[in-house]
């Protein structure tokens, strides 16, 4: 052994890292309720810190791990407390990072069966989890991704596939050169990632059939030109500055009549489904042909967790596996087939975890939950005197004041007080504030201290 794997050796034994790791981990999880939601200007400015060149010699662990929490901790945004509101995040449900602790020991390959069977056997349990809670059609097929953006793009892959196929065209052999044309539908209000993958996919966005969306950000169904066996449709359940769902019921019964493929981007609103109160908003997504939905996001597991399903599980292997010939394929589920990736993380573990923990009625009462307090944040912003400009029918609110002027210097105010954080984002051509309730520590007194919040910056 030479002294570098002696080093190492001992630093595994000794444990000395994992307990200066723990320690500082622990530190971090009691102060974030109270730290600054967004580092301040002199916690950025340690950063700099880390503009230095690479050391000629190796180092002891400890000292690495000192300098990523004296200078890294600080400059991290607390969305893990209970007022972070920026974008749609999410929070981490306790277990979900025990066990993502435990499975980054084991340190599995998650590709094949052969390398991680425990892996291969919990993407098989949250595969038929997940087909329940959302309802999903038995032949359904589910592949774990790192977010909602890679599993668009391999819904949308099994849609390219499948529709050329349909009309006599291999894509895998043939390419898009010379490809029969698709016809790619979109309403105005799809999410950046969906418009990405369709670009990654060949289709760019002047090759896309932009349908009209609503004052909620809706497909306008009456919009709808005549489709036929060569549309893809692109739906969304969870507009990310309304929290809007498409009308899922109608556009899959147009689209099932004539054989065209249906897309669900639901990233973070697909989990209405699992909320007995606020299922009816998903209402239909059944007949689709895919979904696409996140973990780390409403269901509050920790980053790098999305879910692709594809009711077509043929066109979705054939779609991601063109060229897999000298893969080792085992009799238990090989989870490569159903990603782009090869070697990947075990991130299944987590999704179980998490799903293992709440149980249906867990899942239900987070879901809801951020929706009541949504609704309680709309109720007390108006009260002093914002205007809601979205139907509260999920987690998201968008506020505005009396003018664009207002809306700015209130979001700067509360950005800048450290005390909570939301983002900023414009709706039909005026400046808002848009708020995402999605970590379960979000608690009532949260809201309360927000709305405050507002109140202040108001009469600034
Ligand atoms: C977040 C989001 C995405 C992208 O998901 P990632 O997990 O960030 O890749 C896509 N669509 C919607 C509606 C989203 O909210």
């Given at each position: 052994?030479?002294?570098?794997?002696?080093?190492?050796?001992?630093?595994?034994?000794?444990?000395?890292?994992?307990?200066?790791?723990?320690?500082?981990?622990?530190?971090?999880?009691?102060?974030?309720?109270?730290?600054?939601?967004?580092?301040?200007?002199?916690?950025?400015?340690?950063?700099?810190?880390?503009?230095?060149?690479?050391?000629?010699?190796?180092?002891?662990?400890?000292?690495?791990?000192?300098?990523?929490?004296?200078?890294?901790?600080?400059?991290?945004?607390?969305?893990?407390?209970?007022?972070y509101?920026?974008?749609?995040?999410?929070?981490?449900?306790?277990?979900?990072?025990?066990?993502?602790?435990?499975?980054?020991?084991?340190?599995?390959?998650?590709?094949?069966?052969?390398?991680?069977?425990?892996?291969?056997?919990?993407?098989?349990?949250?595969?038929?989890?997940?087909?329940d809670?959302?309802?999903?059609?038995?032949?359904?097929?589910?592949?774990?991704?790192?977010?909602?953006?890679?599993?668009?793009?391999?819904?949308?892959a099994?849609?390219?596939?499948?529709?050329?196929?349909?009309?006599?065209?291999?894509?895998?052999?043939?390419?898009?050169?010379?490809?029969?044309?698709?016809?790619?539908?979109?309403?105005e209000?799809?999410?950046?990632?969906?418009?990405?993958?369709?670009?990654?996919?060949?289709?760019?966005?002047?090759?896309?059939?932009?349908?009209?969306?609503?004052?909620?950000?809706?497909?306008?169904v009456?919009?709808?030109?005549?489709?036929?066996?060569?549309?893809?449709?692109?739906?969304?359940?969870?507009n990310?500055?309304?929290?809007?769902?498409?009308?899922?019921?109608?556009?899959?019964?147009?689209?099932?009549?004539?054989?065209?493929?249906?897309?669900?981007?639901?990233?973070?609103?697909?989990?209405?489904?699992?909320s007995?109160?606020?299922?009816?908003?998903?209402?239909?997504i059944?007949?689709?042909?895919?979904?696409?939905?996140?973990?780390?996001?409403?269901?509050?597991?920790p980053?790098?967790?999305?879910?692709?399903?594809?009711?077509?599980?043929?066109?979705?292997?054939?779609?991601?596996q063109?060229?897999?010939?000298?893969?080792?394929?085992?009799?238990?589920?090989?989870?490569?087939?159903f990603?782009?990736?090869?070697?990947?993380?075990?991130?299944?573990?987590?999704?179980?975890?998490?799903?293992?923990?709440?149980?249906?009625?867990?899942?239900?009462?987070?879901?809801?939950?951020f929706?009541?307090?949504?609704?309680?944040l709309?109720?007390?912003?108006?009260?002093?005197?914002?205007?809601?400009?979205?139907?509260?029918?999920?987690?998201?609110?968008l506020?505005?004041?009396?003018?664009d002027q207002?809306?700015?210097?209130?979001?700067?105010?509360?950005?800048?007080?450290?005390?909570?954080?939301?983002?900023?984002?414009?709706?039909?051509?005026?400046?808002?504030?848009?708020?995402?309730?999605?970590?379960?520590?979000?608690?009532?007194?949260?809201?309360?201290?927000?709305?405050?919040?507002?109140?202040?910056?108001?009469?600034?």
């Open positions: 052994m030479n002294r570098l794997q002696q080093q190492m050796k001992q630093e595994l034994k000794s444990k000395e890292l994992f307990d200066q790791v723990r320690s500082h981990a622990f530190e971090y999880i009691d102060g974030v309720e109270t730290m600054d939601v967004f580092p301040s200007e002199s916690n950025l400015e340690g950063l700099t810190n880390f503009d230095e060149s690479l050391q000629q010699n190796s180092i002891a662990a400890t000292q690495v791990i000192d300098q990523l929490h004296s200078f890294g901790s600080p400059a991290t945004v607390a969305h893990t407390g209970g007022k509101f920026g974008f749609v995040l999410g929070g981490t449900v306790p277990v979900s990072l025990g066990v993502k602790w435990l499975s980054d020991v084991w340190d599995q390959c998650g590709g094949l069966y052969l390398t991680s069977p425990i892996n291969s056997k919990l993407e098989e349990v949250c595969e038929r989890w997940l087909k809670i959302f309802d999903l059609p038995k032949e359904t097929v589910a592949g774990f991704v790192s977010g909602t953006s890679m599993a668009n793009l391999s819904g949308l099994a849609a390219r596939y499948q529709l050329l196929k349909n009309l006599g065209w291999d894509v895998n052999k043939n390419g898009l050169n010379g490809a029969p044309k698709l016809r790619i539908l979109a309403h209000q799809v999410h950046a990632s969906v418009k990405k993958t369709l670009t990654m996919l060949g289709y760019g966005t002047n090759s896309i059939e932009w349908i009209p969306s609503d004052d909620q950000g809706r497909l306008q009456d919009k709808l030109p005549k489709i036929d066996s060569s549309c893809l449709l692109l739906l969304q359940a969870g990310a500055n309304t929290g809007a769902f498409d009308d899922f019921d109608t556009v899959c019964d147009i689209a099932n009549r004539v054989g065209a493929w249906v897309h669900i981007d639901g990233a973070f609103g697909l989990w209405a489904a699992a007995k109160e606020l299922s009816y908003l998903t209402k239909g059944e007949k689709a042909s895919s979904w696409a939905v996140d973990g780390h996001k409403t269901l509050n597991t980053y790098d967790s999305g879910v692709i399903m594809c009711r077509y599980p043929e066109a979705f292997v054939n779609a991601l063109a060229t897999g010939e000298y893969i080792i394929y085992s009799e238990q589920r090989d989870p490569l087939l990603t782009p990736e090869l070697s990947k993380r075990s991130r299944a573990i987590e999704l179980w975890a998490t799903m293992k923990y709440l149980g249906k009625d867990g899942i239900d009462q987070m879901v809801i939950t929706h009541q307090r949504a609704k309680q709309e109720d007390g912003l108006q009260k002093i005197g914002f205007k809601i400009l979205n139907d509260v029918v999920f987690n998201q609110v506020v505005a004041g009396d003018s207002e809306t700015k210097q209130v979001l700067e105010y509360i950005q800048n007080s450290g005390e909570c954080w939301l983002g900023g984002s414009t709706w039909q051509e005026k400046s808002v504030i848009r708020i995402s309730i999605c970590s379960w520590m979000t608690s009532d007194s949260d809201i309360e201290q927000t709305i405050d919040l507002f109140n202040k910056a108001k009469k600034k």
